[in-house]
């Protein structure tokens, strides 16, 4: 197997972007691979470690580079925000998978992520959890003359996501996505609240 660089950073940039439930919680690693596997496989491969751990893996992203990949691994829990620390208990479990299994070709950083408000949508059943919100979609092949598509999920049709769109329903086949996410609702999101309290009154002359 190949030596690899394992050397795990986590820069001021990534912790300024974990303040909040809207994160992410990043955390990066630098490695060197031989063969490869697509994000389907690499998700398949990560679920169950990453279910060890009491965390749902929400998919993967895999983009090729001549230079240097990514593969962005989404984590999520029920309850609670993911934290740091189970950022870099996956990195530590998902970078042993990667050691064993070698899936990836060339140099790539590993990066775990919680989702965020504008959630990436993976699989069939996310879709369907997500009825009633709206979503941007990218799509390998055109739809009705688009490759992305903005609106809001209004059914779950067996392998088909239904999304309203232009004052009509559009069909798209979930094989043909390349790409979802949830497009956030920012009014809807409640500010923090404020102090309460009786306003100052007027004090009281002395006579």
């Known amino acids: 197997m190949r030596d690899r660089d394992h ?20 955390f990066l690693q630098s490695c060197i691979a031989g063969d ?5 496989q690499l998700t398949r491969l990560f679920e169950p470690v990453i279910a060890s751990l009491g965390l749902e893996c929400l998919g993967v992203e895999f983009v090729a580079s001549l230079g240097s990949g990514l593969v962005r691994v989404y984590i999520d ?31 790539y950083t590993l990066e775990v992520s919680s989702p965020g408000f504008d959630r990436p949508l993976f699989a069939v059943a996310q ?9 941007k979609i990218s799509v390998n092949l055109a739809v009705n003359g ?14 088909n996501i239904v999304l ?14 390349e790409k ?26 002395n006579s």
């Open 7 to 26: 050397a795990a950073r986590r820069t001021d940039a990534n912790r300024a972007r974990c303040d909040g439930p809207s994160g992410p919680f990043l």
């Open 36 to 40: 490869e596997m697509n994000a389907e």
């Open 77 to 107: 829990v029920e309850g609670r925000h993911v934290t740091v620390e189970d950022c870099e208990a996956v990195s530590r479990e998902v970078s042993g998978l990667l050691d064993v299994n070698d899936p990836i070709s060339g140099r």
């Open 127 to 135: 879709f369907a959890r997500f009825i009633g919100e709206a979503a």
């Open 146 to 159: 688009r490759r992305r598509l903005q609106g809001t999920i209004v059914a779950v049709d067996g392998d």
């Open 164 to 177: 309203a769109q232009d004052g009509g329903d559009v069909t798209i086949a979930h094989s043909n996505i």
């Open 180 to 205: 979802a996410k949830l497009v956030p609702d920012f009014s809807a999101i409640d500010p923090a609240p404020k102090p309460t309290g009786a306003k100052p009154g007027k004090g009281k002359k």
